[in-house]
């Protein structure tokens, strides 16, 4: 039978109410019984470094799952801050629990992915936390998609002025998403045992875009073939001051083209190789771990010029200025951009039609100097 642990788990801090305070999941969808042989095995490793002020939820909303078979793994990198003291709290129904420094959060997250026994797996930070039922959801899925090797779910982002917006995975049968401009909803997506077992750890060198390159792993592996996706939100991702997503975005930029630059090393692909060298900050010694077909050489070809395109269609150095125009001269029209690509492809344009960079600077300081005079102007 399904047990309930909302009784028996330590009371929540005062003035927290509903989910996961002092609400629980009493659910079973119609796909499920209550004998516990029938549900997969779910394992969930949560890592963690000084997040006291977000932990408890995390830890709470994922036992409160009453998940009768639930593995959970937390690997803390030697919290200072009053996490291990919540932790301690839930030691009890928690399978490990391990606290020791380490070298980030992937090294975290390995550290778990050694231990687990379960069917699926996923990582659910200490800043975030599941939706009631969301692993009876995914066990749902699992048991009327025993094909597929990975369960997507949407996910709802959480802002700091309270806000809340549910994002959405899009089409992910579409190459023009799923490989080249995905949406990586982490807390949303659950790989099989087996899947795991051949992607092989997260990256260590990838500090902020781990779970991209996993999924491109995966896709490279199994193909697109092998998700099941199901259009519901089943978790919730904090962005915060304190959040890598917020503060580091030219690292993550970075952390993509080191992907793109091996994946093009792999193949044999110079066009654009320099243009990742000038443009962003490499990470030495990482290798795109899966072999690629080279069949999908034109899939990886698009994928670069499509990061590319983002990341270049604002000039602000003599450098980026120089990119725009090397790649300004792809064939674009064979690309079947989307709305947004098409306004990157726009600016782009814009930016580089004066012949060299001495024009372009005058050309943005007479706009600068429009700008200026029109708001004298309007202010007289």
């Known amino acids: 039978m399904i047990s309930r642990l909302l009784k028996e788990l330590p009371a929540p801090p005062e003035g927290k109410f509903g989910w996961p305070w002092t609400e629980e999941t009493v659910y079973i969808g119609d796909n499920l019984n209550s004998n516990r042989v029938s549900l997969p095995i779910i394992s969930i490793v ?18 409160l799952q009453n998940y009768p078979n639930l593995e959970y793994i937390i690997v803390d990198g030697g919290s200072d801050d009053g996490t291990i003291d919540v932790i301690n709290k839930y030691k009890k129904w928690i399978d490990v629990v391990i606290s020791e420094k380490d070298s980030g959060q992937s090294d975290a997250i390995n550290k778990g992915l050694r231990l687990i026994k379960g069917d699926i797996f996923n990582w659910i ?6 939706d009631p039922g969301a692993l009876f959801n995914v066990a749902e899925a699992c048991i009327s998609q025993p094909d597929k090797k990975v369960f997507y779910f949407n996910r709802n982002m959480i802002y700091e002025d309270g806000s809340e917006k549910i ?7 579409d190459d023009a998403i799923v490989f080249c401009n995905p949406p990586i909803i982490q807390q949303g997506i659950f790989y099989t045992a087996e899947a795991v077992k051949k992607m092989g750890e997260l990256s260590t060198i990838l500090h902020y875009t781990m779970d991209y390159d996993w999924w491109l792993r995966f896709l490279f592996l199994f193909g697109k073939e092998k998700i099941f996706h199901e259009p519901k939100s089943i978790a919730n991702m904090r962005i915060h001051g304190d959040s890598k997503t917020s503060l580091y975005p030219a690292q993550f930029a970075g952390n993509v083209a080191t992907i793109l630059y091996s994946m093009c090393n792999q193949l044999n692909i110079k066009q654009f190789t320099e243009v990742l060298e000038s443009k962003f900050e490499l990470q030495p010694g990482y290798e795109f771990p899966t072999k690629i077909n080279p069949l999908q050489k034109e899939l990886v070809n698009r ?10 269609n604002l000039v602000f150095t003599k450098i980026d200025y120089q990119n725009a125009r090397i790649i300004s001269k792809i064939d674009w029209n064979k690309m079947n ?10 600016n782009l344009k814009l930016n580089v039609a004066p012949s060299n960079w001495i024009f372009f600077r005058i050309r943005r300081k007479l706009k600068y100097l429009n700008k200026l005079i029109s708001a004298e102007l309007r202010d007289r």
């Open 125 to 130: 930070n200490s800043d975030d936390f599941l």
């Open 337 to 346: 951009l989307n709305d947004s690509e098409k306004k990157w492809l726009e």
């Open 46 to 63: 949560t890592p963690s470094f000084n997040q006291g002020e977000f932990i408890e939820e995390t830890i709470r909303s994922i036992l």
């Open 303 to 312: 994928m670069l010029s499509i990061f590319l395109l983002k990341q270049l």
């Open 167 to 173: 994002e959405e995975a899009g089409d992910l049968f």
